[in-house]
């Protein structure tokens, strides 16, 4: 019950940010200070999360190559090849720059600390929901702009080229994961004692980002370019494209005779798209670009894979008692 009133805060909070956004909207020399702090936070954010990982996780996580095989090919195959797929249907109902941030969605790599959470609490292979996930993210880091450039941006930027977009997301989120890995025996004891730090940064930066991003496109006419008819299709194509690609992480899994764990944890690693990572991502790809549409996509898919994994994932710990 704790964790849902956890998620629920939350999206209460995201909410409360686009409508701060709306109506009290950051802009021209403030907005640059804000956007600094908000890369400074995020550096942060991602120093704790390799502070956070074991290396022993990932040693004992990397054994199940198979699984994290499986999870690697339906977050950058499936998901990317069913948001292409549905380009004559979402383009002309959602507009470009709408259907860029959906297919973007597609692009991101899984999320960590709420796949690692729901594989825990339905009781599946949580070391190697460890593993996946993070070399999800870290591989995201190259394979997401790559995609980006090559089905988006390219059309849009004649020669865009990936490689200073690669660079930018290692300097930001690469490094300081390996730094605090490095650092990681001086760090994590006082981690340790206040483990909520990681939540707080993780959660406040997403909320920076947010707040940083909607501004700009309030400040862009945002409202006066997607009314709530469009907000209600969006929500719907994100709900489709959900339960797709949750019943062949259901399916796929126990085709191949994985263990009823490593099945827990291809579902809900394979499963969800990351606001974490995606919103700074988005930062740096989409430079110039209406970014309040860009993440609008995966801010509902979000909020909608995190209801619908807490239900099944509740579900399935009482079946397993």
Not at 233 to 259: D, E, N, Q
């Amino acid at each position: 019950m704790l964790k849902f009133l956890a998620l629920d805060r939350f999206t209460v909070l995201l909410v409360g940010m686009v409508l701060l956004a709306t109506f009290f909207p950051v802009s021209g020399q403030a907005a640059q200070y804000f956007n600094t702090l908000t890369t400074v936070a995020i550096a942060i954010l991602f120093f704790l999360h390799g502070a956070k990982l074991s290396r022993e996780a990932v040693i004992e996580g990397i054994l199940h190559w198979k699984m994290h095989l499986l999870v690697f090919a339906i977050t950058f195959f499936i998901f990317p090849a069913l948001g292409l797929l549905a380009k004559p249907i979402l383009l002309p109902l959602l507009g470009q720059q709408l259907y860029w941030g959906f297919l973007f969605m597609c692009f991101l790599p899984s999320t960590v600390q709420s796949s690692i959470a729901f594989t825990s609490v339905a009781k599946g292979n949580v070391a190697g929901a460890v593993c996946s996930a993070s070399f999800s993210n870290l591989v995201g880091m190259f394979i997401t702009p790559v995609l980006v450039s090559f089905f988006i941006l390219g059309q849009s930027q004649h020669g865009f080229d990936p490689t200073s977009s690669i660079i930018e997301i290692t300097l930001l989120l690469l490094v300081p994961f390996v730094l605090g890995q490095l650092l990681r025996p001086y760090v994590f004891p006082y981690m340790a004692k206040v483990p909520s730090i990681v939540k707080a940064f993780d959660q406040g930066s997403i909320l920076m980002v947010v707040y940083g991003a909607f501004s700009g496109a309030v400040v862009a006419g945002l409202w006066h370019q997607v009314n709530w008819k469009t907000l209600l299709l969006l929500a719907l194509a994100c709900s489709v494209l959900l339960t797709i690609i949750m019943l062949l992480a259901l399916y796929l899994p126990r085709a191949f005779g994985f263990s009823r764990a490593d099945q827990i944890t291809v579902f809900f690693c394979g499963s969800k798209k990351t606001l974490a990572s995606g919103v700074p991502m988005a930062q740096i790809l989409f430079i110039g670009q209406p970014l309040g549409m860009i993440v609008l996509p995966i801010m509902i898919f979000h909020q909608i894979q995190l209801m619908v994994c807490g239900v099944i994932a509740n579900y399935w710990a009482k079946s397993q008692d």
